[in-house]
């Protein structure tokens, strides 16, 4: 289904600032300003832009450990989640979260643990209380080819399919779960199969066109609202960077790697934006500088932020009531 220019135009501008936060991640990971570990999404900003452009606020959220994408988009100003991956004190979590576990309630971003599959049990909850309490937003859960491989991941299709819970099971098969190819994992070539046994409706589709990311998010979205049960999108993409920032990736050939950079969502959607839409050069440079202008006043604001304080450390972690011992 083709988008109108309007929407496509916003899809880039999403796509592109994906791309060029992470830009700047990679750069001060590289450089040791970020502390632990970040999982880069590059090449795969179609699936996370395509999916919360297709949910609305309310509706749940779950990014996974490379989410970095989903969050940017889910409602929180994109500086707050910068400082928040630098672990500045300015940072929407108080800079405790770091990358893996960027969360905002006020804007349903359930955020991440760092538990593969756990997020498919979480979800179970919301999905159920929108249920309970008659209203209709789904929960959406961003996993990948590896994590499918969790326990935890079926027993919850099973549950949402029994129970027809609201639940979009957005599966990224990017290929690999750290080094190992998702053939060496799965027996089925077509993940999107594993829907079948629990009579999940499923797709698989091109996760690096923007236009059916949406357009099947969107069907998969409705099913849920109107309260068809769970579904399960099979997205395959690619990213191109290893498993985290600063993996050399020396397990996959570069054959490959050069292939899906030819498939660059981007520059697909660029191309329809042109040769399709007539959108012109300028007002792509436009859009670009735009970002590039926001994002170097994320970077000020963040590098401008504190370290949280010592003395801060056990806050949230213990919560504050007392305890009559008794005699
Ligand atoms: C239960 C559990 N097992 C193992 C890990 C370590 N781990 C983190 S990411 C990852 C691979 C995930 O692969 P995939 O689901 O394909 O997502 P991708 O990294 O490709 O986006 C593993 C094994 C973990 N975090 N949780
Ligand atoms: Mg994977």
Same mark, same amino acid.
């Given at each position: 289904m083709a988008l109108n220019k309007e929407r496509l135009k916003s899809l880039y501008r999403d796509m592109y600032l994906i791309r060029n936060f992470e830009e700047l991640i990679k750069e001060y990971a590289a450089n040791g300003t970020i502390p632990g570990f970040v999982h880069l999404s590059t090449g795969q900003e179609a699936c996370e832009a395509g999916v919360v452009r297709a949910l609305r606020t309310t509706d749940y959220k779950y990014p996974d450990h490379r989410g970095h994408g989903a969050i940017l988009l889910c409602g929180t100003d994109p500086k707050y989640v910068m400082a928040e991956i630098f672990g500045r004190a300015t940072g929407i979590n108080g800079g405790r979260g770091g990358s893996m576990h960027v969360h905002d309630w006020s804007c349903h971003n359930h955020g991440f643990n760092g538990i593969q599959g756990s997020t498919c049990v979480t979800a179970l909850g919301t999905a159920f209380a929108a249920k309970y309490r008659h209203t209709d937003d789904v929960s959406a859960i961003f996993m990948g080819d590896g994590t499918l491989g969790e326990g935890t991941c079926h027993e919850s299709m099973n549950m949402a399919a029994t129970w027809k819970l /609201?639940?979009?099971?957005?599966?990224? @098969? @990017? !290929?690999?779960?750290i080094s190992t190819p998702s053939k060496e994992a799965h /027996?089925? =070539?077509?993940?999107?199969?594993?829907?079948d046994g629990y009579g999940v409706p499923s797709w698989r589709i091109d996760g690096n066109d923007i236009e059916a990311v949406v357009e099947i998010t969107e069907e998969a979205v409705n099913l849920a609202r109107k309260g068809k049960g769970p579904s399960l999108i099979e997205f395959v993409t690619y990213r191109w960077q290893g498993h985290f920032a600063g993996d050399p990736a020396s397990y996959r050939p570069a054959e490959e790697l050069e292939y899906w950079k030819k498939r660059d969502p981007l520059i697909l959607s660029k191309k329809v934006l042109i =040769?399709?839409? !007539?959108? $012109?050069q300028e007002e792509i440079s436009a859009i670009e500088n735009e970002v590039d202008n926001e994002l170097q006043a994320c970077l000020k604001f963040t590098l401008d932020s504190p370290w949280p304080v010592a003395?801060?450390?056990? $806050?949230?972690?213990? =919560?504050e009531f007392s305890v009559e011992a008794r005699q």
């Open positions: /609201p639940v979009i099971y957005c599966l990224i @098969n @990017n !290929g690999y779960a /027996p089925q =070539e077509e993940l999107r199969q594993w829907a =040769e399709r839409e !007539g959108v $012109t003395c801060d450390a056990l $806050t949230h972690v213990y =919560e």
